[in-house]
């Protein structure tokens, strides 16, 4: 099959994929968020990280002996840091999102102390961990990668929903080498609306979020640009020490290729790293097809990667599924807290559904 045809067959296929999706979401995403599971379901194995919002442990569920990573958010640290409202946004939507580059959540619970989220556990690390490793990533290894990405921002798009926060750090690795988009707590609804808020990592910042003009999908379609040029040349477009100077780099859109990129790529990310966003490729009249079908991504199955059945020329090496070698454990697993009462009942019940479902 010609590579237009096959590019052609994957257009139809997908926007009924996304079609159905989108239904789907719709009626799930106006029913409250229910409580499935609870911390005596799970089996505590090891610490995977730890830091001022609480934990995430490798954990056992007891009911069917599968992994999992458990992110354990004290409610104290969410109410203090004001992130009630990211939490409940993150919540609500891996309940909801199901697609094959995007982590999924197994379950959901609180107590007194911590709000619960079982995810899927992709223990060959996180992409930054492989790109410091690899200094950079040939291009046929972040083609792979760059079209996992462009298929999950398509679909969290069809949705109406903007993930804003793409980085090497929120990407992990599964056992077969495939990409997981984590950390959904900057994710937002807006559908055809514009926000205002700034949020995100510095060096993958949109130039309307640095003015404050308000912005949507094109923030993403940004961030993803500089991910392939870090990806392929093992540093990001726009950088310095002082935040100000580095949003005067990404305001101005001016940034230099190594001579190791390609012709093709180069034009692709000429045509990302735009700060008019009237010229951006993923907001013209072809929307993302302008990037689908660039040179760039010539003989690029997407329905092939989609299914996961490329073997990827980099398969980071695990023994097995509880294999945490990518991770940076503690020497021990972290105590739990416990309290006897809930002294933010009041809060999470605004937001929250008790019942376990």
């Known amino acids: 099959m010609a590579a237009d045809e096959k590019l052609q067959k994957h257009y139809s ?28 379901d799970f089996e505590l194995m090891d610490t995977l990280g730890a830091g001022s919002f609480g934990m995430v442990v490798l954990c056992r569920d007891k009911r069917n002996n599968k992994p999992y990573a458990l992110k354990l958010l004290e409610k104290a640290n969410i109410i203090k840091t004001k992130q009630l409202a990211h939490t409940g946004a993150e919540i609500k939507l891996m309940q909801i999102i199901s697609f094959p580059f995007i982590i999924d959540m197994h379950g959901f619970f609180m107590d007194n102390v911590y709000v619960g989220i079982c995810m899927s556990f992709a223990n060959a690390g996180d992409m930054f961990t492989h790109l410091k490793n690899l200094k950079k990533f040939e291009e046929p290894l972040a083609k792979f990668y760059a079209a996992q990405v462009l298929l999950a921002f398509e679909y969290l798009h069809h949705l109406g929903v903007v993930y804003r926060d793409l980085k090497p750090e929120n990407i992990l690795m599964d056992l077969q080498g495939y990409l997981k988009i984590t950390d959904l707590g900057f994710c937002k609804k807006i559908d055809n609306n514009r926000t205002y808020t700034l949020c995100g990592t510095p060096e993958y910042l949109a130039p309307e979020i640095i003015l404050n003009q308000g912005y949507n999908k094109s923030v993403d379609y940004w961030s993803y640009g500089v991910l392939i040029f870090e990806m392929t040349a093992g540093f990001a477009p726009f950088f310095a020490k002082d935040p100000m100077r580095l949003y005067e780099k990404i305001v101005s859109g001016k940034y230099q290729c190594p001579p190791s990129i390609s012709k093709p790529l180069k034009n692709l990310l000429s045509n990302i790293l735009i700060v008019d966003r009237s010229k951006r490729y993923g ?4 929307g993302i097809k302008d990037i689908k079908g660039h040179e760039w991504f010539k003989n690029t199955d997407f329905d092939l990667i989609l299914a996961k059945k490329i073997i990827p020329s980099y398969v980071p090496h695990v023994d097995n599924e509880t294999d945490i070698r990518y991770f940076e454990p503690s020497s021990k697993l972290l105590s739990l807290k416990k309290a006897s009462n809930d002294e933010f009942a009041k809060d999470f019940d605004e937001m929250f559904i008790h019942e376990k479902s």
Not at 15 to 39: G, H, P, T, Y
Not at 283 to 286: A, C, H, Q, R, T
Request: glycine residues 0%; hydrophobic residues 35%; charged residues 35%.
């Open 283 to 286: 907001l013209l009249k072809n």
């Open 13 to 40: 296929y997908f926007d009924q994929f996304l079609r159905k999706a989108k239904r789907e979401f719709e009626v799930k995403f106006n029913q409250d968020i229910k409580q499935n599971c609870s911390i005596t």
